[in-house]
């Protein structure tokens, strides 16, 4: 099973930068498509953005343009660029699988506040 440990989360101002990284316990070579999914407080959790092991990506509509998916499997690990960060993006970051899903880690916060 693959285990998943997300980090890079922490507290910024509106409009500040975040990466998001998340390592993966053995390879990721093999999962299609990897995603990072948010969660804030008393919503589900949603899909942020994808991608495929050939490097196409996807993006919730609500931040094209300023988020930016990446993955580098010789490293087993998914970035996750955060820009023109909005107050609406603080939540618990995680990655996954496209589906099925492995166990979910533990998380990253993002909190966005003045």
């Known amino acids: 099973q693959v285990q998943l440990v997300e980090s890079g989360g922490g507290l910024v101002r509106p409009g500040g930068s975040l990466r998001l990284s998340c390592a993966a316990s053995r390879s990721i070579f093999s999962i299609n498509v990897m995603g990072w999914y948010r969660q804030a407080p008393g919503k589900q959790r949603e899909l942020v953005a994808s991608i495929t092991s050939d490097g196409r990506t996807n993006y919730e509509d609500g931040v094209k343009g300023r988020f930016t998916i990446s993955r580098d499997n010789a490293k087993r690990t998914v970035y996750l660029q955060m820009n023109n960060l909005k107050p609406e993006a603080t939540a618990v970051y995680y990655c996954?699988?496209?589906?099925?899903?492995?166990?979910w880690g533990q998380g990253t916060q993002v909190t966005v506040s003045s």
């Open positions: 996954n699988s496209g589906g099925p899903f492995v166990p």
